[in-house]
């Protein structure tokens, strides 16, 4: 089946500075998401992106299909963007399953 | 909040048991998605229904099984649980096919 792999799989940053995860995915999609698993364990959507780019806030993503990666910026981080970031895609052809990657775990400190 | 609620929010039982999650799907929503999430296997899909039918199945084992209901909502059924069964058990709906999934608060299941 497809590999979703995520880097790093560990970050730690101190409140206000930038970062950049990366999912990268062994074949080809119809859909790419990424979520946020906060603390409590709830799942949050944060974007649908099978190509291109978009932003929400503090929080952008590209998408770039034919090289088969995904980018999550994050900028100026707060405390609150603590947690599990997951990046999942729907392989082609395949059947109707999200293949979600192991999650880059981020801890923003004060 | 996604619209998707899922109940119970927790749940401990014995080894042996069988317990039923239940899940409400966003409203228009016709696929629901089953997955479980445990510590060292991560979140892993375990089977959709759409509109009432068996759509796609990925690592369920038979102990388990599920329905979607005429009114679209789902349950999941573990039965002769294990203690490797502890885990936080999420569902999740999109309106079909590719479309994004919105997912729900999860129950979290200890088995003792």
């Known amino acids: 089946g497809i590999q979703v792999e995520q880097s790093p799989p560990d970050l730690i940053l101190q409140e206000g500075a930038n970062s950049t995860l990366r999912c990268n995915f062994s074949d080809s999609v119809n859909n790419l998401q990424w979520f946020h698993q906060n603390p409590w364990g709830q799942l949050i959507n944060l974007f649908y992106i099978p190509s291109g780019t978009k932003q929400n806030g503090r929080l952008s993503a590209t998408t770039v299909a034919t090289e088969r990666y995904s980018l999550l910026y994050i900028s100026s981080s707060q405390t609150t963007d603590s947690g599990v970031y997951f990046c999942a895609v729907f392989p082609q052809g395949s059947g109707y399953a999200l293949n979600f990657g192991k999650g880059t775990s981020l801890l923003v400190t004060p | 909040d996604s619209g998707v609620t899922q109940t119970p929010k927790h749940l401990i039982t014995a080894t042996g048991q069988r317990v039923t999650l239940r899940c409400s799907p966003r409203s228009g929503d016709l696929s629901v998605y089953w997955y479980q999430q445990s510590l060292d296997q991560g979140l892993q899909f375990l089977i959709q229904?759409?509109?009432?039918?068996?759509?796609a199945k990925g690592n369920i084992l038979e102990r388990f099984s599920a329905q979607q209901f005429p009114d679209l909502h789902s349950e999941l059924n573990l039965s002769s649980l294990e203690l490797g069964d502890s885990a936080l058990y999420f569902c999740?709906?999109?309106?079909?096919?590719?479309?994004?999934?919105?997912f729900g608060n999860g129950t979290r299941l200890t088995v003792t």
């Open positions: 999740a709906s999109s309106v079909a096919g590719h479309s994004p999934l919105h």
């Open positions: 229904y759409y509109n009432g039918e068996e759509r």
